[in-house]
């Protein structure tokens, strides 16, 4: 089974930017969904952006459109999430999911068998 690790968070002040990795432990199979999701203290899990490896195909919740991108280096097996204009409400830890076959609902976390361990990102105004 794939192993998904998160790097890359950390503390930014608003408007900052970053970058956050998510490197599987082996090949990811083009009929992939690979993507991001995060979790505030005391609030439910929210979509963030997802992949689709075979075609690129990129999906994004409208809190984060124009300001991240979903990008993908097969030859590293690792999907990024540039984050720019940050806000305060970015602030989260953000997890890395993977699923495998296509689905109706990129977005929908309950789709997402294999997640990483997560990755703090803090944003500060």
């Known amino acids: 089974q794939v192993q998904l690790v998160e790097s890359g968070g950390g503390s930014v002040q608003a408007g900052g930017s970053l970058r956050l990795s998510c490197a599987a432990s082996?090949?990811?199979?083009?009929?992939?969904?690979m993507a991001w999701f995060r979790q505030a203290p005391g609030k439910e899990r929210e979509d963030v952006a997802s992949i689709y490896i075979g075609d690129g195909s990129t999906y994004y919740a409208d809190s984060v459109k124009g300001r991240f991108t979903i990008s993908q280096d097969n030859a590293k097996n690792t999907v990024y999430l540039q984050m720019n204009s940050l806000k305060p409400e970015d602030t989260a830890m953000y997890y890395c999911?993977?699923?495998?076959?296509?689905?109706?609902?990129?977005?929908?976390?309950?789709?997402?068998?294999?997640w990483g361990q997560g990755t703090q990102v803090t944003v500060s105004s």
């Open positions: 999911a993977a699923r495998y076959g296509r689905t109706s609902y990129p977005l929908r976390s309950s789709v997402y068998p294999r």
């Open positions: 082996r090949y990811i199979s083009s009929n992939r969904y």
